[in-house]
């Protein structure tokens, strides 16, 4: 059982224990009492001793020359923690993208049928990244959070699930804006409701899916391969408190943010639609629609180009998914 703190307002999850939080809310109620002077129910004097000796070393108290311990202002001291708490996340979860035993060791340790999907898993191949996160994006709902540097990866599959309404908010390094192709795809992401973040520099890679799913590179100027997918909940909701650090830190980039409205279909795209899902040969479809297959076919393209499909099938789960058929 760990250790419970004597006030109300419990620090450990920043990282304190519960003595020096207790420590550091006691200086907080009583500023420049000497440390000789401290009285806390429960905490011997060399654990005080201790406690003010770490809390100096977080910058959570100061000392004066006259021994006056002083409490800096909460609002300071809660920034300073997560700051440092966020930094220790961040250490973590890249000993775990850089650790090449980490996966074998934790599959060693597993027990057979302990879960229903392995919760780490790593994938080296180009190909096989590629494909999963363009399922991982197909079958998002909610939310698609993304740090890329250079916002090539998935950028179809993204635009995919933004027409169909799943939230996407993505991150790029700074010199991504100055390649025309780069910035061309950042421009249409915004245009279809992305909301999108710029910093100077981007040491991570990642996706987080629905807050349940992350993809993590190991090497973020190169994502092609060698990335980890997580399904571990803890390991996933640290990714997020890493996305949401350098999405604060992000800035608006100028001229990107045009959002346009996903205009409904005509009667004939509708239409179109339908027959798709109904008939089996583009022959008929043509004889229903009173045009010639060529026509059809060509309409049929035209409108897998406006849904951002990569093929009939998934043309129709588009639709489906908006309502439209």
Not at 59 to 75: D, Q, R, S
């Amino acid at each position: 059982m760990g250790e419970k703190s004597l006030f109300k307002v419990d620090l450990s999850i920043l990282g304190l224990s519960a003595q020096q939080g207790d420590v550091y809310q006691y200086f907080l109620h009583h500023p420049g009492e000497t440390q000789a002077q401290a009285e806390i129910r429960g905490i011997s004097r060399p654990a005080v001793d201790s406690a003010v000796e770490r809390l100096c070393q977080l910058g959570l108290l100061e000392v004066t020359e006259e021994n006056e311990v002083f409490a800096i202002p909460p609002e300071v001291a809660i920034d300073r923690l997560t700051d440092l708490r966020l930094q220790q996340l961040h250490r973590e979860l890249r000993g775990i993208t850089q650790s090449h035993r980490l996966v074998g060791e934790l599959r060693a340790a597993q027990r057979p049928g302990a879960f229903p999907t392995a919760s780490i898993e790593r994938l080296r191949d180009a190909t096989a990244v590629r494909e999963r996160i363009d399922r991982l994006t197909l079958l998002a709902r909610r939310e698609i959070l993304s740090v890329q540097p250079s916002a090539v990866h998935g950028h179809s599959a993204l635009l995919r699930a933004l027409r169909r309404g799943v939230r996407v908010r993505t991150v790029v390094a700074s010199e991504a804006l100055n390649q025309g192709p780069t910035l061309s795809r950042i421009r249409s992401l915004a245009q279809y409701g992305a909301e999108v973040g710029v910093v100077d520099r981007l040491d991570e890679h990642m996706l987080v899916y629905d807050g349940r799913i992350a993809v993590v590179a190991e090497d973020a100027t190169d994502a092609s391969h060698d990335v980890l997918v997580v399904q571990e909940g803890g390991l996933v909701k640290s990714v997020r408190a890493l996305f949401d650090r350098v999405w604060d830190d992000a800035r608006k980039p100028a001229d990107v943010d045009h959002t346009v409205a996903v205009s409904a279909p005509t009667d004939d795209e509708r239409q179109i639609l339908t027959l798709m899902c109904q008939v089996s040969k583009d022959e008929a479809g043509a004889r229903t629609m009173g045009v010639s297959v060529r026509t059809y076919r060509r309409r049929i393209a035209e409108l897998l180009a406006a849904l951002g499909a990569g093929n009939r099938a998934q043309a129709a789960l588009i639709a489906r998914e908006r309502g439209w058929i």
